[in-house]
């Protein structure tokens, strides 16, 4: 659809992205398990926009806990997405409000990745 030139392009500037930040994040004890990128086209220049390497559009595991072939504790998105399985959202418009300790829990798993990965506290 966008053609090969531009394709290999957005593939391999997703991939540099991708593998510098899995560096920087693996040496302190965080694997990017992965992530997602959103590029546009201003003229005929490639653009990357739209939020990227955070908790909302990458999945970010302890590497301590890793374990090969099941679902891994995280500091993203899963726990609310875990939570809506559990109350069988059917994944229509409105979604359903979160309870309090939901949101409690996953803004202290985004601000223990954020200590983790910066090295200090979100103020």
């Known amino acids: ?8 392009k957005v593939r391999a500037v997703s991939l540099d992205i991708y593998t510098r930040a899995a560096a920087y994040a693996g040496p302190r004890g965080v694997l990017l398990a992965d992530t997602k990128f959103e590029f546009g086209l201003l003229g005929e220049e ?3 926009i739209d939020e990227a390497l955070t ?4 999945r970010f ?8 072939g099941g679902a891994q504790p ?3 998105k ?3 997405r875990d939570y809506l399985e559990r109350i069988q959202w059917p ?3 409105p979604g359903p409000e979160l309870p ?12 223990e990745a954020f200590r983790i990965l910066v090295g200090h506290e979100l103020d």
């Open 1 to 8: 659809m966008i053609g090969k030139p531009l394709a290999e």
């Open 46 to 48: 490639l653009m990357w």
């Open 55 to 58: 908790p909302d559009s990458s």
């Open 61 to 68: 595991w302890p590497a301590a806990q890793y374990k090969p």
């Open 74 to 76: 995280s500091f993203d």
């Open 78 to 80: 899963q726990f609310v």
């Open 91 to 93: 994944k229509m418009p």
């Open 100 to 111: 309090p300790d939901v949101v409690a829990a996953t803004r202290a798993k985004y601000r």
